[in-house]
């Protein structure tokens, strides 16, 4: 039983976007304008050059606020300020998943390469608000980005996660990487599976489904 697998954790650790909320949002198409107009604005390039240097530090270094600051020097407050900007309007209060993070054993806590800040305000529209027993942003990892190692070593230690009694639930497989190395148990949020992965051990697209099976 998938229950069993998670017999021993005591510490739940969930990514944020595409993850406590469905991908069918669509929240990154409002934060991937925004990074694009601000690269333009910032580094005097136009729209083409911006969505490539865009997608391009989002491949090479996890995160597009990782490759302007290591190529461009760039003040990260400001820019993560700007690009989670956005409207939430449309994102829908889900009190099943509210009970069942609340009915989990030990603690919970949210770990974005957002801010935390924004991740407040996306708690908030979500109904998911007052779960978590703690809440961290790539500020917290001293602006390194999952999927690096360092990050969740920064961030873990901060909250005080014991890797081999804890959980992560991510829609990127590659931020899963590093939780696997660390003894923890792997699940991947999306709504198609990916080819076997060693470093995932489940799969599911229904996060609040899951976890009903885990209570």
């Known amino acids: 039983m998938v229950k069993n697998s998670f017999s021993h954790v005591r510490h739940w650790v969930f990514d944020l976007d595409n993850t406590l909320y469905h991908p069918s949002a669509r929240l990154f198409d409002q934060i991937e304008v925004k ?14 050059e911006a969505d490539r240097l865009r997608s391009h530090y989002w491949r090479e270094h996890g995160t597009t606020l990782a490759g302007l600051m290591r190529d461009h020097d760039m003040d990260p407050l400001p820019y993560l300020e700007a690009v989670h900007d956005i409207s939430l309007d449309h994102l829908e209060k889900d009190a099943d998943l509210a009970d069942r993070i609340r009915a989990l054993p030990g603690k919970s806590f949210v770990y974005t390469n957002g801010s935390a800040p924004y991740a407040e305000r996306v708690l908030a529209a979500r109904g998911l608000s007052g779960l978590f027993d703690g809440i961290f942003g790539v500020e917290h990892a001293d602006f390194r980005p999952k999927p690096e190692r360092a990050a969740f070593d920064m961030v873990f230690a901060k909250a005080g996660i014991q ?7 991510e829609d990127d497989p590659r931020n899963l990487n590093a939780p696997h190395a660390m003894g923890m148990r792997t699940v991947h949020v999306a709504p198609d599976a990916l080819a076997q992965e060693d470093h995932i051990h489940h799969h599911t697209d229904d996060l609040s489904g899951f976890l009903a099976k885990l209570l």
């Open 35 to 48: 990074m694009t107009d601000y690269v333009m604005a910032e580094l005097g390039v136009d729209q083409a």
């Open 163 to 169: 890797s081999e009694q804890a959980a992560m639930f």
